[in-house]
């Protein structure tokens, strides 16, 4: 494993400005996963930076201010969890 970008931690792709989350190593390649979900894609370590200030924020806003509070994106009714709308 790459220690210099933790399972988990969030990094951006330079060859393309794409903003994921580290899921593996493969094959002297990190693994990374776009932050909402997707398709996975290898980069070469050489070509991963933590993001900016910026766009951690960034970041922070897009992955948990896209939810609703107990709809279906949240996989259940709002009653189910004591949250009314």
């Given amino acids: 494993m790459n220690d210099e970008f933790p399972l988990g931690s ?4 330079t060859r393309t400005g794409r903003l994921g989350q580290v899921m593996d ?4 390649y990190v693994q990374l996963r776009p932050p909402r ?3 996975e894609w290898s980069c070469p370590p050489s ?4 993001p900016s200030e910026d ?8 992955v948990g201010g896209g939810r609703s509070r107990g709809g279906a994106e949240a ?4 009653g189910e969890r004591g949250w009314s709308r």
């Fill in 47 to 50: 070509a991963i930076r933590f």
């Fill in 75 to 78: 996989g259940g009714n709002a």
């Fill in 10 to 13: 969030y990094v951006v792709d």
């Fill in 55 to 62: 766009e951690a924020e960034a970041q922070a806003g897009a």
């Fill in 37 to 39: 979900g997707g398709i």
């Fill in 25 to 28: 190593t493969h094959a002297g």
